[in-house]
């Protein structure tokens, strides 16, 4: 078993910056690759960034592309998700989900753990 808690959501005005974060425990952290996703109410859950168990390799959807950036600190077993530039349309419930992959994947399907959420809400 994998327990991720996601934390760092909540109002922010458009253009400005949020960053997420997930603490990970159980499993050995550094054999799952990472993603965010989210969902806005009405809508299905949709990729938003992936970075592989290394933490050296990383992708993202088109919508964020430039904007947010994935990392990792297998150390801390946590991983990050900041936001820059935020639109209203980011406003979702972001989760955090573990894959027992090395490599990074925007399929959910191969993601066995997931967090709780953390609401980010962008003003407009």
């Known amino acids: 078993q994998v327990q991720l808690v996601e934390s760092g959501g909540g109002l922010v005005q458009a253009g400005g910056s949020l960053r997420l974060s997930c603490a990970a425990s159980?499993?050995?952290?550094?054999?799952?690759?990472m993603g965010w996703f989210r969902q806005a109410p009405g809508l299905e859950r949709e990729f938003v960034a992936t970075i592989s168990s290394s933490g050296g390799n990383s992708d993202y959807a088109d919508s964020v592309t430039g904007r947010f950036t994935i990392s990792r600190d297998n150390a801390k077993n946590m991983v990050y998700l900041q936001m820059n530039s935020l639109k209203p349309e980011d406003t979702a419930v972001y989760y955090c989900a573990a894959a027992y992959l090395f490599i990074p994947t925007p399929r959910p399907g191969y993601y066995s753990y997931w967090g709780q959420g953390t609401q980010v809400t962008v003003s407009s």
């Open positions: 159980g499993r050995t952290f550094s054999n799952y690759a």
